[in-house]
């Protein structure tokens, strides 16, 4: 390959949004191959850019590295199932809700304390009285 097919690691970072340390852990996980050049820098081509992309997009909605590498191996399979992709998201969809239903609780939570405090220059304060496990 001509010398301008490749990419450094800090191109390939700003390219993709992944941290030049996190291409690294990938690598040493196995998800990446990177060339190296003569002097042992490495070298991405530029045709694994969507491969790098898809890394990039699965870690911004919470896919698991172990997810990762299972959908990393699903697009590498051109006879794949979507099905087999479909069920992967739809884990990470179950565990999103999960989540979102634990933050509507805690935000729930946080309402009520701050509803109830008089918010003034008393030093007496309702939250962290709840908070303590001193309640009135």
């Known amino acids: 390959m001509m010398e301008k097919d490749w990419l450094t690691i800090g191109q390939a970072s700003s390219l993709t949004g992944l941290s030049a340390k996190m291409l690294r852990h990938y690598e040493s996980r196995g998800l990446l191959k990177p060339g ?4 042992g820098y490495r070298l991405y081509p530029q045709s694994q850019l969507a491969q790098l992309q898809l890394i990039y997009q699965a870690k911004q909605l919470g896919f698991s ?3 990762v590498e ?3 191996a ?3 399979q051109p ?3 979507s099905r087999d992709v479909q069920q992967l998201a739809q884990q990470q969809l179950v565990l999103v809700s999960a989540k979102i239903s634990q933050l509507q609780q805690l935000q729930q939570q946080l309402q009520s304390l701050v509803a109830h405090c008089a918010g ?3 030093s007496d304060c309702s939250i962290l009285r709840e908070l ?3 309640k009135d």
């Open 65 to 67: 590295l172990a997810q």
């Open 70 to 72: 299972a959908l990393l």
């Open 74 to 76: 699903l697009w590498q």
């Open 79 to 81: 006879d794949r199932a």
């Open 36 to 39: 190296r050049s003569p002097s």
């Open 132 to 134: 303590s496990g001193q």
């Open 120 to 122: 003034d220059d008393s």
